[in-house]
């Protein structure tokens, strides 16, 4: 049980171009999802909360207008990066959690996002 | 605010043996919950172990067990009869009660010799 599915796995695509990435609980709703960015050798670095229905809350020095945040549903949030460039290249990972205290984090296998 | 810090960038330990790592926390919180995360090549986050702070016993999942010592705050991971397969990065994470995400470490790299 709890399966997070994100998709795509990978994009390449050109500067200026939107992406969206889809974060879906496949067995579970989740109240909240969060989603982080990933640098090579590096921890996981929070860019927003996400509730249902609601705006999300995004970390200090993340811009809301480049990175896109809709979670409509309690099985779906999406993240979108709008007009990508070269230095939004990275590897985006989201997670979901039941309400339930103490539940950990379950995680989404990653979007790997080349702009050129 | 809550910290958690992962004080071995690398470690490496020969196939079979037992490899501990290190972790220690920082919280004002009286109920809390700590977690050790696996992130092999592929990326992708496992969930390897859990605990709750309100729990004396040491969680034990398989070959992989955790020193819990409440008062030191400190959260190690003990793998036991290492193999190949546990060569990744494993994180740890500090969470509350609420819908707060995780505070993770900063990893620590595990290499498994054969």
């Known amino acids: 049980g709890a399966v997070v599915s994100q998709h795509p796995s990978r994009v390449i695509c050109k500067s200026g171009t939107s992406v969206k990435i889809e974060c879906r609980s496949l067995?579970?709703?989740?109240?909240?999802m969060f989603w982080y960015r990933q640098f090579p050798k590096q921890s996981l670095m929070l860019m927003a909360t996400?509730?249902?229905?609601?705006?999300?809350?995004?970390e200090q020095g993340v811009e809301k207008d480049k990175f896109l945040i809709n979670h409509a549903s309690l099985t779906l949030s999406t993240l979108t990066v709008t007009s990508a460039h070269p230095e939004d290249s990275s590897f985006y990972i989201c997670s979901a959690r039941v309400s339930q205290a103490g539940q950990p984090q379950h995680f989404g296998d990653g979007t790997r996002l080349s702009i050129l | 605010a809550q910290t958690v810090t992962q004080s071995q960038p690398e470690m490496s330990v020969q196939e079979a043996e037992t490899v501990t790592l290190s972790c220690t926390y920082d919280?004002?919180?009286?109920?809390?919950?700590l977690f050790w995360y696996k992130q092999p090549p592929s990326r992708q986050m496992i969930l390897v172990i859990r605990q709750e702070a309100y729990k004396q016993q040491n969680a034990t999942e398989n070959r992989f067990s955790v020193n819990f010592q409440k008062a030191a705050k400190s959260f190690s991971l003990k793998i036991s009869d290492s193999q190949l397969g546990d060569a990744a990065m494993y994180f740890c994470?500090?969470?509350?009660?609420?819908?707060?995400?995780?505070?993770f470490g900063k990893g620590t790299r595990l290499s498994v010799i054969a």
């Open positions: 067995d579970f709703q989740a109240t909240t």
């Open positions: 919280t004002s919180e009286s109920d809390y919950y």
């Open positions: 996400s509730n249902e229905g609601s705006k999300a809350t995004y």
């Open positions: 994470a500090l969470g509350n009660s609420g819908n707060t995400p995780l505070v």
